[in-house]
T-cell receptor
Framework: GAVVSQHPSWVICKSGTSVKIECRSL??????MFWYRQFPKQSLMLMAT?????????EQGVEKDKFLINHASLTLSTLTVTSAHPEDSSFYIC????????????????FGPGTRLTVL | GQQLNQSPQSMFIQEGEDVSMNCTSS?????WLWYKQEPGEGPVLLIA?????ELTSNGRLTAQFGITRKDSFLNISASIPSDVGIYFC???????????FGKGTSLLVTP
């Protein structure tokens, strides 16, 4: 249980285009999803917190108009990188937390496999 | 957010050796989590700790929640090549349910 998927697993795009990344909780309802970014050989840095049905909360320094987050259902959140530039190239990882028959607590986040974005 | 200091930054050991890594926080935590990340993958939860002093095992892995609630350690016994990866400690961030991560310990195991 507690499986989180991401799609696509990798994407290459031209500078100036927009890219959408999906994050799905496959076997539980994710009341909250998180988006992280990880640069090579660095730790995960939280970008935003997304609660189902409400606007995402962005961390300081993260442009909300550039990184559009939608959490329209309890099993799906999307991150759209708008007008992507080479410096947006990174590994984007989502995680989800929620309640699933007591399996998850609010402090246990389960991570997706990540999406490698390369902007040329 | 709270700062997490994780050490060592990297370890290069021989198969069969035991490994120990630790994490300290600038503030008190009520939860410590340990994750492993392999190249090109997301982190996978190894052990979750909820009480000061708690000692929890998961196979060859053992983690403890420090009494002061500001530190935790992870031990791996009898390491094997598939233990290779980056190990991260994590604790709750100030904001809601988000996590702060340590910088990671990169583990390499030679046969």
């Amino acid at each position: 249980g507690a499986v989180v998927s991401q799609h696509p697993s990798w994407v290459i795009c031209k500078s100036g285009t927009s890219v959408k990344i999906e994050c799905r909780s496959l076997d539980f309802q994710a009341t909250t999803m998180f988006w992280y970014r990880q640069f090579p050989k660095q730790s995960l840095m939280l970008m935003a917190t997304s609660n189902e049905g409400s606007k995402a909360t962005y961390e300081q320094g993260v442009e909300k108009d550039k990184f559009l987050i939608n959490h329209a259902s309890l099993t799906l959140s999307t991150l759209t990188v708008t007008s992507a530039h080479p410096e947006d190239s990174s590994f984007y990882i989502c995680s989800a937390t929620g309640l699933a028959g007591g399996l998850l607590t609010y402090n246990e986040q389960f991570f997706g496999p990540g999406t490698r974005l390369t902007v040329l | 957010g709270q700062q997490l200091n994780q050490s060592p930054q990297s370890m290069f050991i021989q198969e069969g050796e035991d490994v120990s890594m630790n994490c300290t926080s600038s503030s008190i935590f009520n939860t410590w989590l340990w994750y492993k990340q392999e190249p090109g993958e997301g982190p996978v939860l190894l052990i979750a700790l909820y009480k000061a002093g708690e000692l929890t095992s998961n196979g060859r892995l053992t983690a403890q929640f420090g009494i002061t609630r500001k530190d935790s350690f992870l031990n791996i016994s009898a390491s094997i090549p598939s233990d290779v990866g980056i190990y991260f400690c994590a604790g709750p961030a100030n904001s809601g349910y988000a996590l702060n991560f340590g910088k990671g310990t990169s583990l390499l195991v030679t046969p």
